[in-house]
């Protein structure tokens, strides 16, 4: 099935750097989504996002609407050993009952 | 948001048999998802179930393989028939809360298929 791009597909930094990820697609979306993975778990709602240019929060995590509507952007600021995992995008349009997710990033936190 | 449960957590299946995952939801939802997310890799829409019809399933997934039950609306359940190693997978089950866009995952079934 149809997947987003994400980038980068995995990256190791150092606890207290941050970290930019972002996804891409080829459709416009009305909805964008961030989720975080950890493992032997389900994925986790981190941020939801419902306008192009939208920027949003949740703590140290930061996430953008792209203007486009075909991408959005995850930062996470000051990073700690806890945010290791793999983060997912989603993107969904209001009435389809359609999440396209993507490839997913995997994060590292070097201590 | 919307807490989902979901059983088992885990199993260790032997090829050829069956396994029902069951998925439990704390409110009433109109539209329950089912995911497969094989090892290393992102989540794939198995189908879609409403509850009073037949599930819509995605290219590549057949009710024979995957039937699926939604006889209310909080619970459903998804059946992996006459499993093959290639069926190890984490099965999830989500939500979309209230018509808001946002969905939500139980913890996820991990099958081992021997």
């Known amino acids: 099935g149809q997947q987003l791009n994400q980038s980068p597909q995995s990256m190791f930094i150092q606890e207290g750097e941050d970290v930019s990820m972002n996804c891409t697609s080829s459709s416009i979306f009305n909805t964008w989504l961030w989720y975080k993975q950890d493992p032997g778990e389900g994925p986790v709602l981190l941020i939801a996002l419902y306008k192009a240019g939208e920027l949003t929060s949740n703590g140290r995590l930061t996430a953008q609407f792209g203007i486009t509507r075909k991408d959005s952007f995850l930062n996470i600021s000051a990073s700690i050993p806890s945010d290791v995992g793999i983060y997912f995008c989603a993107g969904y349009t209001s009435g389809t009952y359609k999440y396209i997710f993507g490839t997913g990033t995997r994060l590292k936190v070097l201590a | 948001s919307a807490v989902i449960s979901q059983k088992p957590s885990r199993d260790i299946c032997q090829r050829g048999t069956s396994l029902t995952i069951q998925c439990q939801v704390d409110?009433?939802?109109?539209?329950m998802f089912w995911y497969r997310q094989q090892p290393g890799q992102s989540l794939t829409l198995i189908a879609t179930?409403?509850?009073?019809?037949?599930?819509?399933?995605e290219s590549g997934f057949v009710i024979d393989k995957f039937p699926i039950s939604r006889p209310n609306l909080t619970f459903s359940t998804l059946t992996v028939s006459n499993m093959s190693p290639e069926d190890s997978s984490i099965y999830l089950c989500s939500v979309e809360a209230g018509n808001t866009g946002e969905l939500f995952f139980g913890e996820g079934s991990r099958l081992t298929v021997l």
């Open positions: 409110s009433q939802v109109t539209m």
């Open positions: 179930a409403n509850q009073g019809s037949e599930a819509t399933y």
